[in-house]
């Protein structure tokens, strides 16, 4: 499902004159997320975006989340003000195309992804795979277009401020 959003998001990316690039084209590629990070780095990309979905014990919990590193990371700090205004621009766009619940940014020194990251960098948590509804709305045509532009409207407005 990640990879079904990331090439959609790319195809709709680069019909908005972005160039992007991918850490992966199928799902027979095993990549640790150091070596994705890794790559972003060395690809000449200005911006790393992960796209995962999420799973919770609590069946309830629904919507959207994005992941970025603390203010005092030991590791990137300097990316924290980028990373946090791509995070929330991302989330903007998809609670103005989707009626998803924002949770807003939780912010962390624990992922290898972020930490490794030179660029600002955001893991974008589209979903709960643990909740009946959100999984059902990740599968639909209409919320799973409407999910792409908003993604792609966000990281429009990021760039445009």
Known sequence: MNLSYAKALKAELESRGYVV???REDNDVDISNQSRAKFANSSGATTFIRIQMNYSANKELSGVMAVTMTSDSPYNSELYSDSNALATRILQGVTDKTEAINHGIYETNEMTAINWSNIPVVVINLGYLSN???E?????ENY????????ADGIDYFYDN
């Open 21 to 23: 690039t991918l850490t």
């Open 136 to 140: 059902t709305n990740l599968l639909d």
């Open 132 to 134: 009946e509804q959100d």
């Open 144 to 151: 799973f277009n409407d999910m792409v532009l908003g993604i």
